[in-house]
């Protein structure tokens, strides 16, 4: 199963919904429940990410019997120093972002937790690709 979502970098109201839909997804292909979590906290990470920080993006979704692979894509600026961002607790979010209860510095961090496998490129002013590989166990 293939599935490809927007992330609209302008409504704010829409952030999230690409991993709730996959969530659900995975819940009708009878996915294990705890893979199923992990792909959803993963996948919602990346998403808030591309929205807050990326000028918004793709999602793109490929299920097999096997694994998960996610992959999103951003337009934004890049991650400057990709070692410190995947400290916890470190943050390039807005004061206006942190008020709305994001930015806690856990993005990455819970990418790397949850997924089986995590792949990071970016790239200055161009933009920044995440790929999560979660293998399917029973």
Same mark, same amino acid.
Do not use: C, W
């Given at each position: 199963?293939?599935?490809?979502?927007?992330?609209?970098?302008?409504?704010?109201?829409?952030?999230?919904?690409?991993?709730?839909?996959?969530?659900?997804?995975?819940?009708?292909?009878?996915?294990n429940p705890v893979t199923i979590k992990k792909a959803a906290i993963?996948?919602?990470?990346?998403?808030?990410?591309?929205?807050?920080?990326?000028?918004?993006?793709?999602?793109? &979704?490929?299920?097999?019997?096997?694994?998960?692979?996610? &992959?999103?894509?951003?337009?934004?600026?890049?991650?400057?120093?990709?070692?410190?961002?995947?400290?916890?607790?470190?943050?390039?979010?807005?004061?206006?972002?942190?008020?709305?209860?994001?930015?806690?510095?856990?993005?990455?961090?819970?990418?790397?937790?949850?997924?089986?496998?995590?792949?990071?490129?970016?790239?200055?002013?161009?933009?920044?690709?995440?790929?999560?590989?979660?293998?399917?166990?029973?």
């Amino acid at each position: 199963m293939y599935l490809h979502y927007i992330i609209d970098k302008d409504d704010f109201d829409l952030a999230g919904e690409a991993s709730s839909k996959v969530k659900k997804a995975l819940t009708q292909l009878g996915i294990n429940p705890v893979t199923i979590k992990k792909a959803a906290i993963s996948m919602y990470e990346a998403e808030i990410n591309a929205f807050i920080h990326g000028g918004g993006g793709d999602a793109f &979704v490929d299920i097999d019997k096997d694994r998960i692979k996610i &992959v999103i894509e951003d337009h934004g600026n890049g991650i400057e120093d990709l070692s410190l961002a995947m400290q916890e607790g470190f943050s390039t979010a807005s004061e206006f972002i942190r008020q709305l209860g994001f930015g806690a510095g856990m993005g990455l961090p819970n990418m790397k937790k949850h997924t089986d496998e995590l792949i990071i490129e970016t790239q200055a002013g161009v933009g920044t690709t995440v790929t999560m590989i979660l293998n399917i166990t029973n």
